[in-house]
């Protein structure tokens, strides 16, 4: 089952950007446009493990909301054109897990979702792959019940692409992600792992190559 999201966002192209961008990586997600309609939402809507909200909304803001959010034990990201010092530090102080001032990148949200609903322990902790289950928590994958043998690297490296489905990455972002930004090794070792992740797993009609650009997993 996937994570299901919360965005309480009023521009409505906005709202449809993020909406999409999650949506096609595999994140189930509930729009509102309003902050008056956000608690009617929450009493209908059950088992949110994230939400986003902007900080300047019709009716309550998102600094009151901060507060309907904790009452059900949802993590929030702040996602807000108000880039003063003073609405961060208010943002976080408060209880907020991040705090991303617009106009962002959208890999960027993505990696910041993920990594709250890691911290938070709301991350789903089994991946599905076509006939594959990745288990975050065991760090394994397993076909059919039975444990398949990658390499660490080739491990991370699925996992990054699992996470992040139908999101194209370049090489050097999967090296800086998956070997750290202090590898110096070239491009090369990318297209290798790859290789070996597609032999391995039979997901060389899942693991596409965009050309000049890198890969993506796509179901």
Same mark, same amino acid.
């Given at each position: 089952?996937?994570?299901?999201?919360?965005?309480?966002?009023?521009?409505?192209?906005?709202?449809?950007?993020?909406?999409?961008?999650?949506?096609?990586?595999?994140?189930?997600?509930?729009?509102?446009?309003?902050?008056?309609?956000?608690?009617?939402?929450?009493?209908?809507?059950?088992?949110?493990?994230? @939400?986003?909200?902007? *900080?300047?909304? #019709?009716?309550?803001?998102?600094?009151? /909301?901060?507060? %309907?959010? &904790?009452?059900?034990?949802?993590?929030?990201?702040?996602?807000?054109?108000?880039?003063?010092?003073?609405?961060?530090?208010?943002?976080?102080?408060?209880? @907020?897990?991040?705090? *991303?001032?617009? #106009?962002?990148?959208?890999?960027?949200? /993505?990696?910041? %979702?993920? &990594?709250?609903?890691?911290?938070?322990?709301?991350?789903?902790?089994i991946i599905q792959v076509k006939d594959l289950e990745i288990h975050l928590s065991e760090h394994k994958v397993t076909r059919n019940g039975q444990t398949v043998s990658l390499k660490p690297m080739e491990y991370d490296l699925l996992v990054l692409l699992a996470k992040n489905k139908n999101v194209a990455f370049t090489r050097e972002q999967m090296l800086n992600e998956v070997?750290?930004?202090?590898?110096?090794?070239?491009?090369?070792?990318?297209?290798?792992?790859?290789?070996?992740?597609?032999?391995?797993?039979?997901?060389?009609?899942?693991?596409?190559?965009?050309?000049?650009?890198?890969?993506?997993?796509?179901?």
């Amino acid at each position: 089952m996937a994570n299901r999201i919360l965005v309480v966002e009023d521009d409505t192209a906005i709202s449809e950007l993020i909406c999409m961008n999650l949506e096609v990586t595999g994140y189930e997600v509930v729009p509102v446009l309003d902050g008056n309609e956000v608690e009617g939402t929450l009493e209908k809507e059950e088992n949110f493990d994230l @939400a986003l909200l902007d *900080i300047m909304l #019709p009716g309550k803001d998102g600094f009151e /909301l901060l507060g %309907v959010m &904790k009452e059900h034990g949802i993590p929030v990201i702040y996602i807000t054109a108000k880039a003063d010092v003073n609405s961060k530090i208010k943002g976080l102080r408060s209880g @907020a897990e991040d705090y *991303i001032v617009k #106009p962002f990148e959208v890999l960027e949200l /993505l990696v910041r %979702v993920e &990594k709250v609903l890691e911290r938070t322990g709301k991350q789903k902790e089994i991946i599905q792959v076509k006939d594959l289950e990745i288990h975050l928590s065991e760090h394994k994958v397993t076909r059919n019940g039975q444990t398949v043998s990658l390499k660490p690297m080739e491990y991370d490296l699925l996992v990054l692409l699992a996470k992040n489905k139908n999101v194209a990455f370049t090489r050097e972002q999967m090296l800086n992600e998956v070997w750290g930004s202090n590898y110096l090794g070239e491009t090369r070792t990318i297209d290798v792992h790859i290789g070996q992740l597609r032999r391995k797993l039979d997901l060389s009609d899942v693991i596409k190559t965009i050309p000049k650009i890198g890969y993506r997993l796509e179901e």
